[in-house]
């Protein structure tokens, strides 16, 4: 069974740019969740869907959005990236009603 | 806000000892997880622990979730170097609506040297 995989690995944006990371969920499972993870703060949470609709959001700048499509991947965007956008975006995803995660390898994002 | 106090921050010991690691918080949680993390990679579960004062093992790892479901720890037995990495404990349910979310502790970087 293939796990989590997020594309790309890494990215290195320019300040002011946006930016689109895809995740595509262990096959069956319908809950999606993205976090942040950077050496100060940590793994942060970001937001989880599930059927297409945000469920739960965490304490994040609108500029971080995201969507998930009806065959359960999903995308996170950030625009108007800043410095301290620099993190390693994890996804991952959940069977419905279990609160194990299963992560996918991250992207590394950048922004010089 | 619900927080995870997850202690020591830095842990380096020599191949073939013990160490615990702790995970404490004020807010009760409907199950707790424990996570490995290698440089470059996702977090890899390890446990999930539900009930309170249950105890979980796998291999040379303890897992124990405390009695009022609010703090963990993680025992390991005889550490080898391929134990390296960090190590994150993950509150899930606490506070009701939550779906999806995970509260994670900071992390405990553990080196085991030959």
């Known amino acids: 069974k293939a796990g989590v995989t997020q594309t790309p690995r890494y990215l290195i944006k320019t300040r002011g740019q946006q930016v689109t990371l895809s995740c595509s969920p262990i096959?069956?499972?319908?809950?999606v969740s993205w976090y942040q993870q950077t050496p100060g703060q940590g793994l942060q949470f970001l937001f989880e869907y599930f059927s297409e609709t945000q469920r739960n959001k965490g304490n994040f700048p609108g500029r971080f959005s995201g969507r998930q499509f009806s065959n359960s991947r999903s995308e996170m965007n950030v625009s108007t990236l800043e410095l301290g956008d620099s993190a390693l975006y994890l996804c991952a995803s959940s069977k419905t009603g279990n609160t194990e995660a299963f992560f996918g390898q991250g992207t590394r994002l950048t922004v010089v | 806000t619900q927080l995870l106090e997850q202690s020591p921050q830095f842990l380096s010991i020599q191949e073939g000892e013990n160490l615990t690691v702790y995970c404490n918080s004020s807010s009760v949680f409907s199950s707790l997880q424990w996570y490995r993390q290698e440089p470059g990679e996702g977090p890899v579960l390890l446990v999930t622990?539900?009930?309170?004062?249950e105890v979980k093992k796998l291999k040379r790892l303890t897992f124990q979730f405390g009695d009022a479901r609010k703090d963990s720890s993680l025992h390991i037995t005889a550490a080898q170097p391929g134990d390296t990495g960090l190590y994150l404990c993950?509150?899930?349910?606490?506070?009701?609506?939550?779906?999806?979310?995970?509260?994670f502790g900071q992390g405990t970087i553990l080196t085991v040297h030959p």
């Open positions: 096959s069956g499972h319908r809950s």
């Open positions: 993950a509150g899930a349910g606490a506070g009701g609506t939550s779906y999806g979310k995970l509260t």
């Open positions: 622990v539900v009930t309170g004062g």
